[in-house]
């Protein structure tokens, strides 16, 4: 048996990261590009709306994950993934407007160092652009039968839509009550992560219809979609607790990480962390002894351990495809931080 050095490792996990980059640039970004063209031409008189799309489209939204998942499953099932370019461009506008929403329902001002449209430009000129994005990709989504979609299969992506943006805005509006509590168990926050990965499962249940899919085949990529989905929130809260200003955002403003959840469980250690997030301001320490207590408990290795399972759910209903299923399962392993990950301090110390 050969021994695997903890280099070896790390090599092999960058590797992963940058085939999954590599992958989703070569799939998504033409649709990206495509979506930031229709939404760039439009004619806008008011000078800080137009300032906002532009930063939006052009240096904020680089998101080729969506457009690349809808052209991988497509072909997985055996269809062109070239159909799948109108949806692409009409759901990268629309998940594009979820997300500037969500950034104000959440007070989120920036986000990975970069100010989001809101943090810029304000509330109002935010709920505009968003509403813009999201009318766009409607609009677009109606004419994508001029472009190859079958105009029998229309109604039904829409429909796949309307339930959608219901079982998200469910999901926010339930996690809302999260807000300020620390008595919020893992099964309820994992059930409105479930729910809001409803945005990756609606993905991969458009696509393998435009493919052709069977009934099982679509049933299966849609489960997919949903694991998939969840990883990539859950993969956000572990990234969110070794990012000081965004963990401190979490702590006041929105919902707590489960590792945390998982950390106040434990009678021996909730009576710290409580006297820590119940402060009117947390500092840089309060924030490390937060980390630092999560990872020594247990709640950073039991979300690691609840990854790893869903990882391994999602890859059981893809392994049967013909087709791409190296591709899907990379996505899911590209969701999984190195087992090399420091959790020891936060970034920002």
């Not at 137009?50 to 497509?74: G, K």
């Amino acid at each position: 048996m050969k021994c695997t050095t903890n280099k070896q490792k790390n090599v092999n996990e960058n590797d992963i990261v940058e085939q999954v980059q590599k992958l989703l640039e070569e799939r998504g970004s033409k649709a990206l590009e495509e979506a930031r063209n229709q939404v760039l031409q439009e004619k806008v008189e008011c000078k800080e709306v137009r300032e906002a799309l532009n930063y939006f489209m052009q240096e904020y939204w680089h998101d080729t994950a969506r457009p690349a998942l809808l052209s991988l499953v497509c072909e997985a099932v055996g269809g062109d993934p070239e159909l799948t370019t109108p949806i692409a461009i009409s759901m990268s506008l629309i998940s594009g407007a979820i997300d500037i929403h969500d950034d104000i329902i959440d007070h989120s001002k920036v986000k990975g160092s970069r100010p989001t449209v809101l943090g810029k430009f304000g509330k109002d000129v935010a709920l505009l652009v968003g509403d813009a994005l999201l009318f766009k990709g409607f609009a677009l989504l109606h004419e994508s039968v001029e472009r190859g979609v079958p105009a029998e299969k229309l109604p039904i992506i829409i429909g796949i839509i309307k339930r959608m943006f219901f079982e998200l805005g469910d999901a926010e509006a339930l996690e809302l009550g999260f807000r300020g509590r620390i008595d919020v168990t893992p099964e309820e926050y994992l059930h409105v992560v479930r729910k809001k990965a409803a945005d990756v499962e609606a993905h991969t249940r458009i696509s393998a219809i435009l493919g052709g899919g069977s009934k099982e085949e679509i049933e299966a990529l849609s489960e997919y979609g949903r694991l998939l989905g969840m990883l990539i929130i859950l993969r956000d809260d572990l990234i969110d607790m070794i990012d000081f200003e965004e963990a401190v955002h979490r702590f006041k403003s929105e919902c707590l990480p489960l590792p945390i959840l998982y950390t106040l469980q434990n009678p021996k250690t909730n009576s710290t962390l409580s006297a820590i997030l119940l402060k009117k301001t947390i500092t840089k320490r309060d924030a490390n002894v937060v980390l630092q207590v999560a990872n020594k408990e247990g709640g950073l290795g039991l979300v690691r351990k609840l990854m790893q399972e869903l990882a391994e759910d999602a890859y059981s209903h893809v392994k049967n495809l013909k087709q791409n299923k190296k591709y899907l399962w990379l996505l899911v392993k590209g969701m999984l931080l190195p087992e090399h990950q420091n959790f020891a301090s936060t970034t920002n110390t």
